[in-house]
């Protein structure tokens, strides 16, 4: 012992004092591993010391740039890199994929291209022929492809999960290039290539044998792709919302339906009725989620061509007529739901949706949201039968007295998601709601009936809370804001739009919520620049900002965003006081690259044309369309081959309504 000692005190002397030295690189990799939370926390590990330096670069395989720029940088850094997310990047083009082509090689085996932009068939060229294992590529919106570009694609012989979305140009020859290059597919989406067809999915149906996931959204389709879809022997996830080419005619054909699916999507079908549906999963015993929102009456008659899918634990109706007959028939289909959306559902009574939930007692998540006709009735039984909710969403259930919500507080102690915008409920029911320890989301928009008292019971109760919704609750001022920051320390994202009770004090209290990275605080007349700063001072993963109508900010409060907000990559600062030197100031956060800057009185086009080019990472603004003409044409040119795109508006400034009377107008529209 005392020589084992005795080497040990020796190595610690040659290595200068610094235990870290003495652990291997398993080690520190295994202590990286758990610092996911704050991205800033990597970086501070890799400032340590040079030897940390090395260690994280090889550590990181994961890297999502905001520009392109610093591709050849980056990569030469984390030369470890597998995955590569350019999602942020509008701007990508050909020398950019050649420079990740060359760094990266066969070590990269994702690259995520579904927002860029600017590259052509010769960057993906360069991509296959160097990066010969990538597996997953998403090319999503890239508006441009046409089949020799796909041809391009088949060269990926190891591409297991493809992503087409939104790529209009490419046609059944370009698919059937990818079926017979990349037999190895996985996991297919063609959502919106409205030039593909029968041949072109029929072919990857035949080629591709080991498909797992395949979505053929709004496609012009019909019945001579199914059955070689469904003799897929692993098919699990099928998506055919939107295909109006398949019709009940079709499925009637179908001799068996696919023995492997287990996610079946026919929303917006028009022309499937239960008839169809009953053919298409006639052997599908195994199907565990059913998505049949935007068409299908939930009547006697589905709940019988249902009945075959015993094991079905989730099932989504959002948007169909429903009866309680239905709904009492779909109770008795199923063994055990997990899952129930019943959003914006027409004649969801208490009946039915009671007869329902008292069958299904391991339900996990319901979305009843605007189901207009349940009372505390549906309520209660909810509560008592279904005590192990993790979500429950009900929007604007207006008929539900503030005495129900007590119940949801009383019996569903499992909750992690809550959805009350719009509702009845008071301080009492936070109150109960409070013993929901593991809550991680609350929305609580336009519930005029809470105060102060109410969010002092969540924040003491609550502490798991990251999401909190207040949207319009005008009752509450700082000191609810205070309890919220006080309990609340893991709070990510907060909305106090229009709360006209609140001041520079909430903002200060916030500023100790270090996870912060979501502030909306719109109409918040009695914010002021000195708020926004401790904001910018605290809150260091700030990233989304939305300060419209808070008339009292200045260039003060962006200068010091300008400052101490490196991490904001959105902000709205309309009908704010910020003048050409506060909107200029912005352009030293190299993250920046949302902006929307409607009637800022102060701004001159010189000011707004000198911040513009001086933003150079920002990839979308929305401006008032005076200044279409007040700015040259050059500019905008120049900008948009940066990768920026422009919204306009020509909205008139509007004075804000009292709240009330604003949900009253609300409620006559809807």
């Known amino acids: 012992m005392k020589k084992q000692k005795?080497?040990?005190?020796?190595?610690?002397?040659?290595?200068?004092?610094?235990?870290?030295?003495?652990?291997?690189?398993?080690?520190?990799?295994?202590?990286?591993?758990?610092?996911?939370?704050?991205p800033l926390d990597k970086k501070s590990f890799s400032l340590v010391c040079k030897s940390f330096y090395s260690i994280e670069s090889k550590h990181r395989r994961i890297l999502k740039p905001l520009r392109p720029d610093h591709l050849h940088t980056i990569l030469t850094r984390y030369s470890n890199t597998t995955h590569l997310d350019l999602s942020l990047c509008p701007r990508v083009?050909?020398?950019?994929?050649?420079?990740?082509?060359?760094?990266?090689?066969?070590?990269?085996?994702?690259?995520?291209?579904?927002?860029?932009a600017f590259f052509s068939l010769t960057g993906l060229l360069t991509l296959g022929l160097k990066c010969m294992n990538l597996v997953e590529l998403d090319l999503s919106n890239a508006a441009w492809l046409r089949d020799a570009g796909a041809a391009a694609i088949a060269e990926l012989k190891n591409l297991e999960k493809l992503c087409l979305n939104r790529c209009k140009l490419v046609s059944d020859m370009g698919i059937g290039c990818i079926a017979v290059g990349c037999r190895k597919l996985k996991s297919l989406s063609l959502k919106w290539c409205l030039a593909v067809g029968d041949l072109g999915v029929g072919l990857v149906a035949v080629k591709c044998k080991d498909i797992r996931s395949f979505d053929l959204s709004f496609l012009p389709i019909t019945n001579k792709c199914l059955p070689p879809i469904l003799n897929l022997q692993h098919l699990e996830d099928l998506v055919l919302e939107g295909c109006y080419g398949i019709d009940d005619d079709s499925l009637a054909i179908l001799k068996h339906g696919s023995k492997s699916l287990k996610t079946l999507d026919i929303s917006s079908c028009q022309n499937i009725s239960h008839i169809g549906l009953s053919s298409l999963v006639s052997e599908s015993g195994g199907l565990q989620q059913?998505?049949?929102?935007?068409?299908?009456?939930?009547?006697?008659?589905l709940?019988?061509?249902?009945?075959?899918?015993?094991?079905?634990?989730?099932?989504?109706?959002?948007?169909?007529?429903?009866?309680?007959?239905?709904?009492?028939?779909?109770?008795?289909?199923?063994?055990?739901?997990?899952?129930?959306?019943?959003s914006k559902c027409s004649g969801v009574t208490d009946e039915g949706l009671s007869s329902l939930v008292?069958?299904?007692?391991?339900?996990k998540r319901l979305d009843i949201t605007c189901c207009r006709k349940i009372t505390d009735v549906s309520i209660a039984h909810i509560t008592s039968s279904c005590t192990n909710l993790t979500s429950l969403r009900m929007e604007s259930c207006s008929l539900v007295p503030r005495e129900a919500f007590v119940l949801i507080g009383q019996r569903c102690h499992f909750l992690e998601e809550l959805e009350l915008t719009d509702n009845e409920?008071?301080?009492?029911?936070?109150?109960?709601?409070?013993?929901?320890?593991?809550?991680?989301?609350?929305?609580?928009?336009?519930?005029?009936?809470?105060?102060?008292?109410?969010?002092?019971?969540?924040?003491?109760?609550?502490?798991?809370?990251?999401?909190?919704?207040?949207?319009?609750?005008?009752?509450i001022?700082?000191?609810?804001?205070?309890?919220?920051?006080?309990?609340?320390?893991?709070?990510?994202?907060?909305?106090?739009?229009?709360?006209?009770?609140?001041?520079?004090?909430?903002?200060?209290?916030?500023?100790?919520?270090?996870?912060?990275?979501?502030?909306?605080?719109?109409?918040?007349?009695?914010?002021?620049?000195?708020?926004?700063?401790?904001?910018?001072?605290?809150?260091?993963?700030?990233?989304?900002?939305?300060?419209?109508?808070?008339h009292n900010i200045t260039d003060a409060g962006t200068l010091a965003l300008a400052h101490f907000s490196q991490n904001l990559r959105q902000i709205n600062l309309s009908y704010t006081s910020?003048?050409?030197?506060?909107?200029?100031?912005?352009?030293?956060?190299?993250?920046?690259?949302?902006?929307?800057?409607?009637?800022?009185?102060?701004l001159t086009p010189s000011g707004l044309a000198a911040a513009l080019l001086a933003c150079s990472g920002l990839t979308k603004v929305k401006l008032h369309t005076t200044f279409k003409t007040l700015l040259p044409q050059a500019l905008f040119k120049h900008l948009e081959a940066r990768g920026c795109t422009f919204q306009w508006r020509d909205k008139v400034f509007r004075a804000e309504l009292d709240p009330k009377c604003w949900k009253l107008q609300l409620e006559d529209i809807i």
Not at 22 to 34: A, C, G, M, P, Y
Not at 290 to 301: C, D, E, K, R, Y
Not at 490 to 496: K, R, S, V
């Open 6 to 38: 005795s080497m040990y005190m020796e190595m610690i002397n040659n290595n200068n004092n610094n235990l870290f030295d003495l652990l291997s690189e398993e080690i520190v990799f295994t202590i990286l591993d758990k610092l996911n939370q704050n």
């Open 93 to 116: 083009t050909d020398h950019s994929l050649a420079t990740i082509s060359n760094i990266c090689g066969s070590t990269l085996k994702s690259i995520d291209l579904s927002r860029s």
């Open 290 to 301: 059913l998505i049949l929102a935007h068409g299908f009456p939930v009547t006697l008659a």
């Open 303 to 342: 709940a019988d061509s249902l009945e075959k899918l015993s094991m079905l634990q989730s099932i989504k109706l959002d948007d169909c007529m429903v009866t309680t007959t239905g709904l009492k028939a779909i109770a008795n289909c199923f063994e055990s739901l997990r899952e129930l959306s019943l």
């Open 358 to 363: 008292t069958r299904h007692k391991n339900l």
């Open 425 to 475: 409920i008071d301080d009492e029911g936070l109150k109960s709601i409070s013993g929901c320890h593991k809550l991680t989301s609350l929305k609580l928009g336009i519930c005029l009936n809470i105060t102060d008292e109410g969010l002092a019971h969540i924040g003491s109760g609550c502490w798991k809370l990251t999401e909190l919704d207040l949207y319009r609750c005008v009752e």
């Open 477 to 550: 001022s700082d000191k609810g804001i205070l309890a919220i920051a006080n309990g609340c320390h893991e709070l990510e994202m907060i909305n106090t739009s229009y709360c006209n009770k609140i001041s520079d004090k909430s903002l200060a209290s916030l500023s100790k919520c270090l996870n912060l990275n979501t502030l909306e605080c719109r109409g918040c007349s009695s914010v002021t620049s000195l708020g926004l700063a401790a904001i910018a001072v605290g809150c260091k993963q700030l990233s989304k900002l939305d300060i419209k109508k808070c």
């Open 578 to 602: 910020v003048t050409d030197v506060g909107l200029l100031a912005l352009a030293s956060i190299s993250c920046l690259q949302s902006m929307v800057i409607l009637h800022l009185n102060d």
